[in-house]
């Protein structure tokens, strides 16, 4: 199995935490949180849209009116997860914000492995999945718990279950990407068409809140503050979704989802602990390195076991 390859999905798994991270400099400037998801992900979805044109790859969907009507809802949880993560990196950090996101992702990965749900094919529990399981909910555990013993306030219920569920929400939406590639044969018209319906999803959301003063209206004008690096978010998200498609094919589902949640993880420790990105600075005690080991430990043996 190739170095350069499983370095990549590893690079990859970081670029999520810093899309997270980098986002938050949009919310920042529009002042809404669902203005700078709309934002990003307007940037995700041209970049994508010109890799499909350059590789040849839009006339897959013309497959698109003979798909399967819920294999075109995978981009649902895209808006999930980048809100989530603005509202989330500023209030609890990147070390927890990120575990959240991990532990529901394992969790989520389990059901859908252990019930054969979304036509995942069935794969039976065994001790070492129930073991990682384990590990990763004692590394969650220790990593909330460590918050108050490195001086940080303890995160409400409300933003820890956020967090797991926009986790939980990453895995169904692979889930169901795949049938859509199924369906349409190219990795990156899925990756097109499911950031279109996040886009598109966003966008309506946005102006429902609008309408019912829900949220602050966008300040536009504000846009020319954000630093160059800012406006990452975008790629990196369609990156990480390029790449995920390409990878898996070569070193495995496994492999790769077990790296890249390595990668979150990594990178969210020095974000966390530098304060990188204009974040807040959260130095990494010995309790909240127990749970980010634990965190990766387990997740290692869920994919693995």
Known sequence: MSVALLSAALVIGCLLAVQASVNIQLGTA???????STAQLMVATT????????????????????????????????????????LLFPRVGA???????????????LALDGGGLLDVPR??????????AVAVL???STIVVGQRAGGIPMARAGWLGLGLVAGAALPVQGAINARLRADLGEPLAVGLVSFAVATLTIVVVLLVLLALKGTARPRVGALGTVPWWGWLGGACAA??????FLLIPRIGAATTIALTVTGQQLASALIDHYGLFRLP?????????????????GCLLVQFG
């Open 95 to 109: 070390v927890l914000s990120v575990g959240l996101f991990v532990t529901g992702q394992v969790f989520a990965s």
């Open 30 to 36: 529009l002042g809404t949180p669902y203005g700078a």
């Open 239 to 244: 990156a990480y979704v390029t790449a995920t």
């Open 138 to 140: 004692a590394g969650i």
């Open 47 to 86: 970049i994508l849209a010109l890799l499909a044109l350059t590789a040849g790859a839009l006339g897959a969907l013309g497959a698109l009116p003979d798909a399967t009507w819920w294999h075109l809802v995978g981009g649902l949880a895209s808006p999930l997860y980048i809100t989530s993560g603005i």
């Open 123 to 132: 794969r039976p529990l065994t001790a070492a999945t129930v073991a990682g």
């Open 281 to 297: 600075r959260r130095p990494l005690t010995v309790t909240r390195l127990g749970g980010l080991g634990l965190l990766v430990a």
